[in-house]
């Protein structure tokens, strides 16, 4: 079998840099078609259109609607973890719980925890859908939880304080999901102040 020439590898690198462009700006679409149209709004079309490639090319990088949608919420699952990373990029100090709180906080009022949510009401009616999405939103949980409990200064070893931190999770997604009918942000800076101190007294 004869050799690659150096101009067949050249050529080969800017056709996979395209192909990664392609599939990044068909997750990001796909992100953006279901927050604002929903699952019944957001066909393989639809999002092809919106990343300006056709829809052979979406489904050659996502054979199913399945296969884009549930890599979308596991694209969003990781820009979340990194937008956080990048506000704390060494890490929080105890002493600062109240920045940690809002940033936390902060991942479950956005677009992309608006874009996960629809994802999620779509996998309780599709049977194709459900078990991928169930276990990806697993992994994304205990990924969340390992985060706050990093950025928290949380001792899980001690009685009660891991299921202060998933409490704390429980009502930062409760507060997203209000988020969705309301934009109640005063309200929201009045929680976020009253659970950071209740997390100082809680995680002393």
């Not at 840099?17 to 700006?25: E, F, H, K, N, V």
């Not at 919420?73 to 973890?81: C, F």
């Not at 779509?122 to 194709?128: H, K």
Request: one cysteine or more.
């Amino acid at each position: 079998m004869g050799e690659v020439s150096t101009a067949d590898r050249a050529g080969r690198v800017p056709k996979q840099d395209r192909s990664r462009a392609t599939r990044q700006r068909l997750l990001e679409a796909a992100v953006a078609c279901l927050a604002e149209h929903g699952w019944a709004g957001s066909t393989v079309s639809v999002v092809a259109e919106r990343a300006g490639v056709s829809r052979g090319a979406a489904q050659h990088h996502f054979p199913t609607r399945e296969d884009l949608f549930t890599a979308a919420v596991e694209y969003v699952a990781e820009e979340r973890s990194s937008a956080l990373r990048a506000l704390f990029p060494e890490g929080a100090a105890t002493s600062d719980r109240r920045a940690v709180v809002a940033a936390l906080v902060g991942l479950y009022t956005g677009p992309l925890f608006r874009a996960a949510l629809h994802l999620w009401v779509a996998a309780s009616n599709e049977e194709q859908l459900r078990p991928r999405v169930t276990e990806l939103e697993l992994r994304v949980g205990r990924d969340s939880h390992r985060i706050a409990v990093e950025l928290l200064g949380a001792d899980e070893s001690r009685p009660g304080v891991r299921e202060t931190v998933q409490g704390f999770l429980d009502m930062a997604r409760g507060l997203g999901l209000a988020t969705l009918l309301t934009d109640d942000t005063a309200r929201r800076e009045r929680v976020v102040a009253q659970w950071a101190d209740l997390l100082d007294d809680a995680l002393r």
